[in-house]
């Protein structure tokens, strides 16, 4: 690529940072009031650390080594990055329990509320040439029960080429990539975007320290982010993967399920590739 701007992992962290501030006021979210509850969890969270100290025979070197890196993790502003790949899909996990329809997967740090508005079918914003084989991405939006479900709002984001997220990574047009559809009577909705890459989450900040430090890889597999939502049902959060890609098996996110694992086949101009795939939702 001839851009100029080379973007940090200071830029997405500390953007998702302020992203995360913003809704999280939005939301509202105060101290929580079940003091029991927080004793409880806050007590067993720090004798489980202990417990890693105790096994470990934790030493003063490692001990400020650890204190500097959170200092750090904090400056560069990738909390957010940092809880979303290794804690969040444990939250998700308990968040969807239960649920009869589609099967969740985690949000990430990267979703944008109010992206555009496509009607039922459409190409998100892209730039002229955006960089990926098109993918054409379809499915129908229904109940449990099996009736479609109109008016359902399909919000979608995904990364480029270059695992970079608009409205996060500097140099990219704002609403690159993301969008909103609504069903339409049938329930149905329709996407023209392209595939996406892998995505290195950012090494250049604290966490790529502790993954070289631990010898780990920083990669997710390539995913598309959706978010469906209609009145009466419960919103479902998802991912789609896609089979045989690279980390597919290995997320370091850990948030790849397999029943969101599509196969997408060659569209019949030989040019790109289509795959349909059906959100069911629980009635709330
Ligand atoms: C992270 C990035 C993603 O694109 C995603 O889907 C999940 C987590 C992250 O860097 O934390
Ligand atoms: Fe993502």
Redesign the pocket.
């Known amino acids: 690529m001839t851009d100029v701007v080379t973007p940090t992992a200071a830029d997405s962290g500390s953007s998702a940072t302020e992203q995360f501030q913003q809704r999280d006021r939005a939301r509202g979210s105060a101290t929580p009031a079940d003091t029991a509850r927080v004793d409880a969890m806050a007590t067993e969270a720090l004798e489980a650390l202990r417990a890693v100290i105790r096994k470990y025979q934790l030493t003063y070197a490692e001990y400020h080594a650890v204190k500097a890196w959170l200092i750090k993790l904090g400056e560069d502003g990738e909390w957010p ?1 940092f809880l ?2 290794f804690i969040e899909h444990e939250v998700e996990k308990i968040a969807t329990e239960g649920r009869e329809g589609s099967v969740g997967s ?1 949000e ?3 979703y944008v509320e109010n992206a555009p508005e496509l009607g039922s079918a459409g190409t998100p914003p892209m730039r002229e040439g955006e960089p990926g084989t098109p993918l054409h991405f379809f499915g129908q939006v229904r109940t449990v029960a099996g009736e479609p479900v109109q008016g359902a709002v399909v919000d979608f984001w995904q ?1 480029d080429a270059d695992g970079l997220y608009s409205h996060f990574a500097p140099g990219i047009p704002e609403w690159n990539l993301r969008a909103r559809f609504t069903t339409d009577a049938e329930g149905n909705f329709a996407i023209d975007t392209v595939h996406p890459s892998p ?1 290195e ?1 950012p090494i250049d900040g604290a966490t790529g320290i502790l993954l070289a430090a631990a010898g780990w890889h920083a990669w ?1 597999p390539e ?1 598309l ?1 959706i978010r469906v939502s209609a009145e009466g049902y419960h919103t479902i959060t998802t ?1 789609l993967y896609f089979e045989g890609s690279d980390h597919v098996e290995d997320d370091i ?1 850990m ?1 790849v399920k397999d029943e969101l694992i599509l196969a997408p086949t060659a569209t019949d101009d030989g040019r790109g590739e289509q795959v349909r795939y059906d959100f069911v939702l629980d009635p709330a």
Do not use: E, K, S, T
């Open positions: 990055l979303d790949v985690i990430g740090p990267y990364a995505y989450i997710r995913h982010h991912q996110a948030a």
